[in-house]
T-cell receptor
Framework: ETGVTQTPRHLVMGMTNKKSLKCEQH?????MYWYKQSAKKPLELMFVYNFKEQTENNSVPSRFSPECPNSSHLFLHLHTLQPEDSALYLC?????????????FGPGTRLTVL | GQNIDQPTEMTATEGAIVQINCTYQTSGFNGLFWYQQHAGEAPTFLSY??LDGLEEKGRFSSFLSRSKGYSYLLLKELQMKDSASYLC??????????WGAGTKLIIKP
């Protein structure tokens, strides 16, 4: 238990569906991250939020839409996804925006797009 | 471009020692992380090196050579629970983490 929770743990959706992934951290951290993890590939940083403000968007397609209502919660809204978007989506948090701060990860959401 | 290289898979025997290497080419360097990830679980922090040398933490040690762009994670007295993927990540000049694809470590009795 790392103090970062994610729901759902597993999600299967069609290409026309709309769904949302939720992340919550109980560590009092100020920075939160979304990563995509595909088999045998490096972690891909998608979005970074610091004090609820988005500070990083790594050329992520607009079918992924993040939302950070407060420092403890982070959402990833999904719509009209493609099969190649199937992956493990990991949320992480850290004390501050300094990347040398240790990141604490949630267990991930395993997403399958049919 | 920026690149992190680590072996895809390694196999070792319970009770033995294994060394997982990581080489990197990045624009700048602000430290190197090692994370452990068991199948289906979250990556968890193992170590952070920013200065050259060896950092020991129980059965795990991490070494860094900045001049060679090289690090290794050393696991001693291997246990079955050490079967996992080990991820190497480097913080570049923009303080962005560049990740390796991970090394899957298989421990055999």
């Amino acid at each position: 238990e790392t103090g970062v929770t994610q729901t759902p743990r597993h999600l299967v959706m069609g290409m026309t569906n709309k769904k949302s992934l939720k992340c919550e951290q109980h560590l009092g951290h100020n920075a939160m991250y979304w990563y995509k993890q595909s088999a045998k590939k490096p972690l891909e940083l998608m979005f970074v939020y610091n004090f609820k403000e988005q500070t990083e968007n790594n050329s992520v397609p607009s079918r992924f839409s993040p939302e950070c209502p407060n420092s403890s919660h982070l959402f990833l809204h999904l719509h009209t996804l493609q099969p190649e978007d199937s992956a493990l989506y990991l949320c992480a948090s850290s004390q501050g925006p300094d990347i040398t701060d240790t990141q604490y990860f949630g267990p991930g959401t395993r997403l399958t797009v049919l | 471009g920026q690149n992190i290289d680590q072996p895809t898979e390694m196999t070792a025997t319970e009770g033995a020692i294994v060394q997982i290497n990581c080489t990197y080419q990045t624009s700048g360097f602000n430290g190197l992380f090692w994370y452990q990830q068991h199948a289906g679980e979250a990556p968890t922090f193992l170590s952070y090196n920013v200065l050259d040398g060896l950092e020991e933490k129980g059965r795990f040690s991490s070494f860094l050579s900045r001049s060679k762009g090289y690090s290794y994670l050393l696991l001693k007295e291997l246990q079955m629970k050490d079967s996992a993927s080990y991820l190497c990540a480097v913080s570049d000049s923009n303080y962005q983490l560049i990740w390796g694809a991970g090394t899957k470590l298989i421990i055999k009795p």
